[in-house]
């Protein structure tokens, strides 16, 4: 405004000698007119605004417009400026402020040249603010200072303001503690303590802080902010980054390195996640209070990613490992064609056939608890209780047949559906690193077994083979076990023995 409007001008450098310069520097310019967007934000206004802009300047060349806050103005109030903003007239010109660009339409955005303010860094706040009070001849902390910078949020007007009133409010040295007494925060040494307590687990001590909070009357929100931007510290420090991009005291930055040393990234990451849920829900809520004590709760119960990622990875090698050791398969008992005898003789003992029992467990059976393991890694522990109901029985050619009590009806039913199945198939999989297909049954329910169906040990003690031999008498040639219906039979075994009238003579029996 003083550069349109200097005697010298329009000029980038106005003197700030002249008339028009010293009256817009002491706000009492006519030609001069700031507008505050949130409280002018109707139509009507905007009508007002533009009956206005007709009227020529009265002391300077130019007639200025500065709204502030422009973006609060309605939809109707933007559509009511646009066509002054397209065909001013030549002696005004506007000037929009806002820090919310984004929600300013572009229908006005591309009738304006825009300029971008950058923020004003903590570092430049503080040394700002150091200067004025050593100009004032005000004794001010450096920690004081900084409190003031951080709370200024990039903003030299703001920061100054809050400034004068702890100047005000301050009966002797500006220290710290006055200044987080006007804001109605805390020191940074105690939400350094603080976060300690989060970060080792002390959830107790944590809890009775918070109390101590509330009942001291800080505001909880501001208080979360300032332990989010303390992990935030702290997690530059884990990640190697240098001290230069914490804003901090000369004091309190050594506490922010030995946290940062002492915690690890990942953990570090987790706890600003949770701290900014937890930001966000106090917005809404009610009871601050329970928000960050569940905040809390959660950030010191969470474990370490790092460790979590580094069983599992070992679970996943171990379970692999066993994965691809071949599977023994049992030895089916050679076929040995009996010599003709004088009388059957029980199978050589050199071969016994296979006793009937238990399945021989595969080796991966044994890791079945890792397995499990693998379902809750998976956030699925529901499917990991439902299947610790059940013990495996076999694990063969990728099928993993599982066995229920009578009693679990239900964990065998809720596994079996399709949604469910789905979900262990693809976890174990990716485990094994092959394809699993999960079937369950009831205890006492036939289970395909890969074992071939064990005959009878002697022929000769079949009920049917002592029938004959009552009925015809004589001496057995042969016997032959086959599918009746078809005629058809195996001549796996053969006991034979001498006639007297060969082997179609009388006494013989088949």
């Known amino acids: 405004a003083k550069g349109l409007n200097c005697e010298k001008g329009p000029t980038p450098e106005p003197c700030g000698l002249c008339d028009n310069c010293r009256s817009i520097g002491e706000g009492s310019s006519v030609d001069v007119i700031e507008i505050d967007g949130a409280s002018n934000r109707g139509i009507n206004e905007v009508r007002d605004l533009r009956e206005n802009v007709k009227f020529a300047p009265t002391q300077g060349s130019h007639k200025i417009y500065i709204i502030d806050e ?11 400026l646009l066509k002054t903003l397209e065909e001013p007239p030549p002696h005004v010109v506007f000037v929009l402020a806002t820090t919310e660009v984004h929600k300013v339409p572009m229908t006005i955005l591309s009738r304006c040249q825009r300029f971008d303010f950058r923020r004003f860094s903590v570092r430049e706040i503080a040394e700002r603010l150091r200067y004025v009070t050593e100009e004032e001849k005000i004794e001010a902390d450096e920690g004081a200072l900084m409190v003031i910078a951080h709370h200024g949020d990039g903003s030299m007007r703001d920061a100054l ?3 004068d009133q702890c100047i005000a409010y301050a009966d002797g040295p500006l220290t710290e503690e006055v200044v987080v007494e006007v804001l ?19 959830i107790g001590e944590a809890l009775e802080e918070i109390k101590a909070l509330e009942e001291g009357g800080k505001d909880l929100a501001q208080f979360l902010k300032e332990l989010m931007g303390h992990f935030r510290d702290a997690l530059i420090v884990a990640a190697g980054g240098s001290t230069e991009l914490i804003d901090a005291s000369p004091e309190i930055l050594p506490l922010i390195e030995s946290q940062g040393k002492e915690v690890k990234p ?10 900014g849920e937890a930001l966000q829900e106090l917005r809404w809520a009610q009871r601050s209070r329970i928000i960050l004590e569940m905040a809390v709760i959660k950030g010191a119960m969470t474990q370490d990613q790092g460790a979590i990622e580094e069983r599992l990875a070992y679970l996943e090698e171990q379970v692999a490992r066993l994965a691809q050791g071949p599977i023994r398969e049992q030895e089916r008992p050679r076929e040995v064609e009996a010599p003709l005898r004088e009388e059957a003789t029980p199978p050589r003992e050199d071969e016994p056939p296979p006793e009937d029992g238990p399945r ?4 991966i059976l044994g890791q079945w608890d890792q397995l499990l393991e693998c379902l809750r ?35 065998k039913a809720s596994l079996e559906q399709e949604s469910n199945r789905e979900a262990v198939e693809k976890i174990l999989s990716r485990a094994l690193k092959c394809t699993v297909r999960l079937e369950c049954y009831f205890c006492g329910e036939r289970i395909p077994s890969d074992n071939p169906q064990r ?15 009552e009925l015809f008498g004589g001496r057995v040639i042969n016997v032959t076990r086959g599918d009746v219906d078809s005629g058809e039979g195996d001549r796996d075994e053969e006991y034979a023995a001498d006639d007297e009238t060969g082997p179609e003579g009388p006494g013989a029996v088949t």
Not at 360 to 363: D, I, K, L, R, V
């Open 184 to 202: 109605g925060t805390v020191t940074r040494e105690k939400v350094a303590h603080f976060a300690s307590l989060v970060a080792a687990g002390k």
């Open 360 to 363: 021989q467990e595969p080796a």
């Open 266 to 275: 990942e953990r570090l990451l987790r706890l600003l996640a949770i701290c």
């Open 455 to 469: 005959e009878p040990e002697d022929p000769l003690d079949d009920p049917v083979v002592k029938a004959a031999i």
């Open 161 to 163: 303001g809050i400034l």
């Open 377 to 411: 890694a998976a956030k699925r522990a529901d499917l990991q209780a439902f299947l610790r109901e059940g013990r495996p029985v076999s694990f063969a050619d990728g099928i993993l047949q599982v066995e229920f009590p009578e009693d679990r009806g239900f964990h």
């Open 70 to 80: 422009v973006h609060m103005l309605t939809t109707e109030a933007f559509n009511a």
